[in-house]
């Protein structure tokens, strides 16, 4: 089973409002990827998990607060965004790290998000 | 000069044809190439991907790997209608410090009924 869910499909916020972003797999990968892309770009790395650990902070701004609460989990937390940071979130896992063979990523469906 | 380079398209060919897309990538030490399908408004697909040089075939779908001119291709045999999406080429190599998963820019493919 080569699924990554993500919850919610779509989210609509306010500038001043806190949500959080969902991704779960249960292919047992042990590296987990947040990716944001905007229309017609290619998807642009924000965060690596690599056995739990935050392994890449792509200098995404502190109003984007990644959360591995397990290996199977993975959270995006938003506050205080801004209209420019409307996007598709993407969530992705692998096996292994990007440095090692059989690191195949999968995305999820992602999450379309608004701010107004 | 980018580290992973597509033409954007669009590229157009008849159904039946074959499609032919390539992709050059500057990072001599990437060992894992990836082919990715998107259409408008999904996340992206992973279709292909090879880590030898040579050939690998799946199916209607063939990824090509040269790693001496350091371009990869994927050739699409009997193309459809339903392969008209946006198809991304990505490798594993360095940027901005990080090892991570490179994405070429898309090349847009349409196939006409």
């Known amino acids: 089973d080569t699924e990554v869910t993500q919850t919610p499909k779509h989210l609509v916020m306010g500038m001043t409002n806190k949500k959080s972003l969902k991704c779960e797999q249960h292919m047992g990968h042990r590296a987990m990827y947040w990716y944001k892309q905007k229309a017609k770009k290619p998807p642009e790395l924000m965060f690596v998990y690599s056995y739990e650990k935050l392994s890449i902070n792509e200098s995404v701004p502190s109003r984007f607060s990644p959360e591995c609460p397990n290996s199977s989990l993975l959270n995006l937390h938003l506050h205080a965004l801004q209209p420019e940071d409307s996007a598709l979130y993407l969530c992705a896992s692998s096996q292994g790290s990007s440095r090692e063979l059989g690191n195949e990523q999968f995305f999820g469906p992602g999450t379309r998000l608004t701010v107004l | 000069q980018k580290e992973v380079e597509q033409n954007s398209g669009p590229l157009s060919v008849p159904e039946g044809a074959i499609a032919s897309l390539n992709c050059t990538y500057s990072?001599?030490?990437?060992?894992?190439f990836f082919w990715y399908r998107q259409y408008s408004g999904k996340s992206p697909e992973l279709i292909m991907f090879?880590?030898?040089?040579g050939d690998k075939e799946d199916g209607r779908f063939t990824a090509q790997l040269n790693k001496a001119s350091q371009y990869v291709s994927l050739l699409i045999r009997d193309s459809q209608p339903s392969d008209s999406a946006t198809y991304l080429c990505a490798v594993n190599g360095w940027q901005d410090s990080s090892y991570k998963l490179i994405f070429g820019s898309g090349t847009r493919l349409l196939v006409r009924p």
């Open positions: 990072d001599r030490g990437s060992q894992s």
């Open positions: 090879i880590y030898s040089n």
